[in-house]
């Protein structure tokens, strides 16, 4: 597989140093993205560039992954409108234990000459000195290039601190001694960090011809960037973010059903870019999904086909089985078996919204063995009258827990108690939770 070309018709390239193509058609490459541990988990956002190293692989190359506890304590300044805030060292190390763990989702480790790997810039910057620094690093850019960068250009009005000033030096620096010590020829990243990433080639360049023997300030050395454009949906607005905020790989901060629903909800319009980035599926099986979304939006295929693509690879095959039962109940379609898989999390995510009313365990147990459903009904204001409900029922239309009911009496026995304490009654085609209390 060819690498750009990939990237060309999945429309995942934005910008290209001059000989980088030709350096990945020449011989086996390594690249390298970063991932600042700012968070225990990474986000939907992140998956763009993940989806970069993914394809390397695929193509042959050699992908590595750096996580950034030594830059995750200063912050990358780009597209930020104010200072991060420090975070402490205990908990950058727990984050990249997370950040690590999502990796190995996408990336094979284990796979002869390009297994991808992971680096943590913490590991060389940890003994290196701030006079040491400035030797190393701070002599080779100068203030009028490192203010040149949008990242710095955008916050010079609102103020800038001088550590957030230096960060492209620590990430030119990861660049240069990964290019050094681990023979790493590219940089990739998002469009917005392309500032950061050709400091890190002009630091190489720079570096390079001040230690070469010919001690030629225009010699060529072979470090390279790449950038993949930010996501954003077609009124402009940034991709990634629901109601509740970020879309996390984690299912403890995300659960797997909001995550599915997430790309189920998706607009059309926006579908034609998601399918290409977020997916591994081929051109021509995407042109046969958008041929079927055009019969027959209504199917949503290209959503479905997205949703089942990310969610299997960040949750597993079982998780997005879950989710697409859980999903099937609010289109009619699940059973009591259905209910009785979800936990109580996503049992509540899916009735989020569904009229609830509750009854006291006490009350619950004194029924004596038999429920006066005519009474639980009109007692929860499902149905207005006794007589309503009654003709409800005669009419076949209430249902307990999926399952249609028609006596006006029914064994406590036969009602099973979803996650312990809530009985699902359907009127009609809507819902109502009656949850049993302590």
Not at 136 to 158: A, F, P, Q
Not at 171 to 191: E, I, P, W
Not at 371 to 392: H, M
């Amino acid at each position: 597989m060819d690498f750009i070309e990939e990237l060309k018709w999945r429309g995942m390239l934005h910008q290209l140093m001059p000989g980088t193509e030709e350096q990945l058609k020449k011989e086996l490459t390594s690249a390298y993205i970063g991932f600042d541990p700012t968070a225990k988990s990474l986000h939907i956002g992140n998956l763009a560039t993940i989806m970069l190293l993914v394809h390397l692989q695929r193509s042959g190359h050699k992908p590595f992954a750096l996580v950034g506890g030594a830059t995750g304590m200063v912050g990358d300044p780009s597209g930020k409108a104010a200072e991060r805030q420090f975070l402490d060292e205990s908990i950058l190390r727990e984050n990249q234990d997370g950040i690590k763990k999502q990796l190995e989702k996408f990336l094979d480790f284990d796979c002869g000459d390009n297994s991808a790997e992971m680096v943590n810039n913490y590991d060389w910057f940890k003994e290196m000195g701030f006079l040491q620094f400035l030797r190393e690093v701070g002599k080779y850019l100068t203030v009028n290039y490192m203010s040149s960068k949008d990242s710095v250009k955008n916050r010079i009005t609102t103020g800038i601190s001088y550590t957030e000033f230096t960060y492209q030096l620590l990430q030119g620096y990861d660049f240069y001694h990964l290019y050094k010590n681990r023979g790493v020829k590219l940089q990739m990243g998002g469009s917005d960090q392309w500032g950061n990433i050709t400091t890190g080639t002009e630091l190489i360049r720079r570096k390079e011809a001040n230690d070469g023997s010919d001690n030629n300030e225009d010699a060529q050395y072979s470090a390279y960037a790449l950038t993949t454009p930010l996501v954003t949906k077609s009124d402009g607005t940034k991709f990634g973010k629901s109601e509740a905020g970020n879309v996390w790989l984690d299912p403890e901060m995300t659960s797997p059903y909001e995550f599915y629903q997430f790309w189920i909800n998706q607009a059309d319009e926006d579908c034609k870019r998601l399918i290409r980035v977020f997916t591994l599926l081929s051109e021509e099986e995407i042109n046969a999904l958008e041929a079927q979304q055009a019969e027959a939006p209504h199917l949503r295929a290209v959503q479905k086909a997205i949703a089942k693509d990310v969610t299997v690879r960040v949750h597993g095959q079982e998780a997005y089985e879950l989710v697409v039962k859980a999903s099937e109940v609010l289109y009619g379609k699940a059973t009591l078996e259905t209910l009785q898989s979800l936990d109580i999390k996503t049992f509540q995510q899916v009735f989020d919204g569904v009229p609830q009313t509750s009854v006291s365990k006490a009350d619950f147990d004194a029924c004596e063995g038999l429920i006066d459903l005519i009474s639980v009904l009109t007692n929860n204001e499902i149905y207005a009258s006794k007589g309503e409900a009654r003709r409800a029922l005669q009419g076949n239309a209430v249902s307990i827990n999926k399952e249609k009911v028609k006596d006006e009496k029914m064994p406590v026995s036969e009602i099973s108690l979803l996650n312990g304490r809530f009985i699902l009654i359907g009127k009609g085609k809507k819902n109502h939770i009656v949850e049993i209390t302590a």
